[in-house]
């Protein structure tokens, strides 16, 4: 609310805003006196609808909510973009909190998985898989897209675009008693629209950030995408390997990134060169209003 004087007079001007995105917790700050920690959570709250996308790797995302003054009971939807740790582990902690919102995942989303080196591998899943039936009747598992509520949509099977395929040797599972790269054919996006404004978020865009705008610019005839916000994987990655995807994304209309998380220092350089004033990085206590 703003208060305008006017000939000791005041008018009282209500500003509201339809959509806002924070950033819970993520590996960088971007507010003081949050926390941080290798992971990332969002909430998007959109007419009176508050969807936790991703609940990071602990409870931190919690504590963060708790002093921006965010009432996490309150939220009613939780979404788990894929089945690593830094995006679910948070969710035991969310549960005690919270009694009511439902949890949707892609069905393939508990599957055991791992993260390999030239010395060693080890589980980076889902951490509470063991204890799945604690929380099974507060699951929805979906194998397609889904609609939360008018104007929030989650999709899921991404079609795959020769030359943007983002294969992670590191990144496998199991498979006939063999590591195979990880198709994260589990992968779900939120795509929120209001009025003429439409927000991409992603988790880490495993499946390819040009792979998953194609698709939902066909799929919801998208002309602008207000905000692409969240990590897309280019972590360690080259710039020979990332000026073919920002040659691609040139063709899309995005008036904003909001980067973090696994999207990598080089990859975000790249991005401010080529999408001057169209990119920030969105770290803990990052906020976005529409």
């Not at 039936?133 to 020769?162: M, W």
């Not at 990332?242 to 691609?248: A, H, Y």
Request: contains cysteine; proline residues 2%; charged residues 20%.
């Amino acid at each position: 609310m703003v208060l305008i004087s006017k000939a000791n007079c005041y008018i009282r001007i209500i500003i509201c805003y339809t959509m806002r995105l924070t950033t819970l917790i993520d590996n960088k700050q971007s507010r003081k006196q949050v926390q941080c920690e290798h992971g990332l959570s969002f909430l998007l709250e959109q007419d009176g609808l508050n969807v936790l996308f991703d609940t990071g790797q602990s409870g931190k995302f919690l504590s963060n909510a708790l002093k921006m003054g965010i009432d996490m009971s309150d939220v009613d939807f939780v979404v788990l973009s894929h089945g690593h740790y830094d995006h679910s582990g948070g969710l035991p902690e969310f549960f005690k909190l919270n009694s009511k919102a439902k949890l949707l995942v892609h069905k393939n989303t508990l599957r055991q998985r791992f993260s390999r080196s030239s010395v060693m591998v080890k589980e980076n899943g889902t951490p509470w898989r063991s204890d799945l039936a604690k929380y099974l009747h507060r699951i929805v598992f979906i194998t397609e897209d889904y609609q939360l509520a008018e104007g929030l949509n989650l999709v899921c099977s991404i079609p795959r675009r020769e030359g943007f395929n983002a294969v992670n040797d590191r990144l496998v599972v199991k498979q006939a008693g063999a590591y195979v790269p990880d198709p994260f054919d589990d992968e779900i996006v939120l795509v929120a629209d209001h009025g003429n404004k439409t927000l991409l978020l992603c988790g880490c865009a495993h499946t390819g950030i040009v792979n998953i705008l194609h698709h939902v610019k066909e799929r919801f005839n998208v002309e602008v995408f207000s905000c692409v916000a969240g990590g897309i994987h280019l972590h360690g990655c080259s710039a020979d390997f990332i000026l073919p995807i920002v040659n691609e994304l040139s063709n899309f209309n995005i008036e904003k990134w909001a980067l973090n998380h696994c999207t990598g220092a080089k990859a975000f350089q790249v991005f401010e060169s080529y999408f001057p004033n169209k990119v920030e990085y969105m770290g803990s206590g990052g906020q976005l209003e529409w």
